[in-house]
């Protein structure tokens, strides 16, 4: 909406030749090979599990504290913010290429020291998390979707018939191009209602709680660029059927977000599907259905 272990002092040796630094209790950043600094988090016992957040331009606080460090029991989770968002620095010369965001996520690989993790992405962050995965198969143990896009045009049309549903409106996306102002003006109209929150819930204090927490001073560079770059907009469901990778694709009945059909053009090999009754922010409002997914796919 608006938009636990200490960890050493050490050097991740590897082709990344990322650089680690402790910087305050649970906290720690790492600097890219790029000398871009990036927050990350690593708390909790058992496979390392690599959590990528959504917006894009969001940041990883706000699905920890609101119930995704309940998965710590299990996993050992790593809390990251992408370059340009949260706690995390902007790159200085603008790099957002998806081949420097999936390396990034290779660096965070790299400092849990293991072979093999867990990938869970939410809402955009799916699309990070798949094409990590596809690019460095050898690396990923399972991959989560959850309420993930891999098609923000799809998404974005649906969240579009969700606010005419809501309004009675008859906004209309005539090609792609039209796609943005059309969702702008939509996205206002619901707005001037007080209804921008039933985007992501029918909850409105679930998402009071979260604005709560994203109205903390952060870093939201990568928001600015993400949608200008065409590469971040493509069709991935149409590379899915490619990754031979287990999947656990989470979504809910009522994420109006993503769109509670859009689940059903991936194409994963390998794929589980858990599909829980609830909106965006399944990992709050039902957390013992999404905890429990993720624990009898990991274990």
Known sequence: MKNTLILLTFICTGSLNVFCQQIKNNDTTILTSDSVALYVKKAGKGTPCIFVHGGPGAWSRSFEAMGGNNLERHLTMYYFDQRGC???????????????????IESIRLLTGAEQVYIMGHSFG?????????????????????NATLYIYNSLLSQIQFINLQLGTHFTVRDQDSLMSVFTAAKKALNEKGLEYTMLSDNKASIQKLDSIDSSPRNTAFARYAFSNRVYLQDFTRETAALQTPVLVIGGTVDHNIGPEHYKLFKFPHQQVKIIPGGHVLYYEKNKEFTAAVWNFTR
Request: proline share 5%; no cysteine.
């Open 86 to 104: 949260g706690r995390s620095q902007a790159a200085p010369n603008n790099d957002y290429s998806m081949d420097r965001m999936l390396a990034d």
């Open 126 to 146: 799916g699309i990070l998390a798949f094409k990590y995965a596809l690019k460095y198969p050898a690396h990923v143990r399972g991959l989560i979707m959850l």
